[in-house]
């Protein structure tokens, strides 16, 4: 289930173009909805960190982190939320075949804690949100990848690791749940985490991840090109 969109669209499997269409057009009309879910879940989201014992770190503070200005002491946090776009839920659906019902990460949330003992104390807070999704929802690429609903990028090991990552990307944890709306992802970091991925531009930035993806899945199409060889 995605709130807004007809299960016919949410489990339909693009074959042609007109799919990407029927697709980018339901999401397009539900965008308003969606983004007031995001916003309902981010305020459930913090105020079970609240109660856990972490001072969030709001307005002009808020920005100083994102900017890699400011750190975080042990008893704070970061909450940040995105909804991803139609452009980007279609381009992924493109890259991977899948329908929407297999999209984890349509509602995004990133949890931005000062170090590994902070992250391991909020982790069970996020864990504990809302249920743990169907698995056939965490059957990617056609059934062929069982996903986990928690993914620990320090043990280097979890199902799905993408040739993409780089080693040192580590003191994260992702973690899927499901709202009422739908399937959400909350990233779970530490802020040293956070800056060479999101502010930096060393190998684990997240724009060199980016284009580490790209250029495997060049290399993809190109051996579908020559068949397989």
Do not use: C
Request: aromatic share 8%; glycine share 8%; charged share 30%.
């Amino acid at each position: 289930m995605v709130a807004g969109v007809d299960e016919y669209i949410v489990r339909l499997v693009p074959a042609h173009e007109r799919d990407y269409r029927t697709v980018d057009a339901a999401i397009q009309r539900a965008q308003s909805q969606w983004a007031a879910f995001l916003t309902e879940a981010q305020a459930e989201l913090e105020a079970a960190i609240t109660r856990s014992h972490f001072r969030l770190v709001t307005g002009g503070e808020r920005d100083e982190v994102l900017r890699g200005k400011r750190g975080l002491l042990r008893a704070e946090a970061v909450v940040a939320a995105r909804l991803k776009t139609a452009e980007a839920i279609v381009g992924k659906m493109r890259r991977f075949g899948e329908p929407l019902f297999n999209m984890l990460d349509i509602w995004g949330y990133r949890v931005i804690v000062s170090d590994v003992e902070s992250l391991d104390k909020v982790l069970p807070v996020v864990a504990g949100m809302w249920s743990a999704p169907a698995p056939a929802e965490l059957a990617l690429r056609g059934g062929t990848l069982q996903f986990d609903w928690l993914r620990d990028y320090r043990a280097k090991s979890h199902t799905g690791m993408s040739d993409a990552t780089s080693p040192r990307y580590d003191e994260a944890v992702h973690v899927n749940r499901r709202a009422s709306f739908g399937v959400v992802e909350v990233q779970v970091v530490t802020v040293d985490l956070y800056r060479r991925a999101y502010v930096g531009t060393g190998e684990e930035a997240h724009a060199n991840f980016v284009t580490r993806r790209r250029a495997l899945e060049e290399a993809r199409q190109e051996k579908l090109r020559r068949g397989g060889r």
